[in-house]
């Protein structure tokens, strides 16, 4: 067994329809944290949802306008230029669609600074999703952070706009040593 | 993930004055392909400059696009240009509280035929927004050299100034067996 690499810590479903997931009490002491996640949501609507990121200290998740993000890429064949925001309450995710489409947004995540109180709790994901005969997909690189400095031990993943989480989304956290 | 990932190398600064360069040296032929995960800041703004085996003639070419805060699509290196004495990809902040993070894999990194010259692929980002408006940042890329050398060591610096203190990176290998 390696010592070193991707070591497992928690995975989460979209088992329940949740309108969110909360991963808590994430370790301190690996170099970054990465997450993959398949995002699909429950709406019957086609309509394009976005998940956003929070965190938080305790189990409390800050949901203050304490984040910032940046993000370019792509929308239905559309070409979206670089643009960011500052004061938020959240960071973006991915871009995914509901049930009226069989295809899941796929993307990866890298979480750093997250337990180093020199620095803010950072995070950067590429991903998206296309559906077959469909002008419905998306590609987007986000990138954004939270102003906070303390040591970041919960992370909330909330589907967007009130809607659930269709049951077969998966995120799963690992932290790299 | 068994045998996936190893930690071959790493380094942090820890000079108050920062490091010039992080150089990874006596690389063996252990692995398939290499892995560095680089978080730092500089003593000054810049670029991240990289090549391999000490290898500072003009060989080296790059291609990327970067998104800076509000310019899509920019390029960041072009390959129609001349063959450089290094790759370089960006952007490094000089913010410790908003480190940048870049991502490297160096596959076939063993490989000495002309066809299967290392390649480097990478990305960097860095998101600050609030300590320094306008400074978010991400790019993706690609980068390779025209002589096909197996790689023995890695060579990371800074276009100016230097690797501030606590910055940190890592070499690992990735084998694709287990």
Known sequence: ?177 | MAGTFDLMASHTVTSGSGDAAINFTGIGATHDDLYVLLECYGTAAANLKVNCNSNTSNVWSGFGRQFSASATNSYFENTSSAAKTHIELGYILNVQSNMTLVEMYFTGYRNTAVQNVPMINYRSISATQVVRVGDAFAAFGAGTSSNATAITAIDLSLTTGNFAVNSRCSLYGISNTI
């Open chain 1, 1 to 177: 067994m390696s010592k070193e690499g991707y070591h497992f810590i928690a995975t989460a479903t979209g088992s329940g329809n949740p309108t969110s997931i909360t991963f808590a009490d994430i370790p301190s002491g690996y170099k970054a944290l990465i997450m993959m996640s398949a995002v699909k949501n429950n709406s019957s609507g086609g309509s394009l949802a976005q998940a956003t990121v929070q965190f938080g200290t305790s189990s409390s998740i800050d949901t203050g306008s304490n984040y910032y993000w940046h993000r370019a890429g792509s929308t239905n064949g559309t070409t979206y230029g670089a643009y960011r925001n500052s004061g938020q309450p959240a960071c973006y995710l991915v871009d995914y669609a509901g049930s009226a489409y069989s295809t899941m947004a796929s993307a990866r995540s890298i979480i750093w600074g997250y337990d180093d109180t020199n620095q803010q709790t950072q995070i950067s994901t590429w991903g998206g999703f296309s559906f077959n005969s469909s002008s419905i997909n998306s590609n987007k690189i986000w990138s954004g952070g939270w102003t906070n400095t303390g040591v970041m031990t919960h992370m909330k993943i909330d589907a967007g706009g009130g809607i659930t989480f269709d049951t077969a989304a998966n995120f799963t956290l690992w932290g790299m040593k």
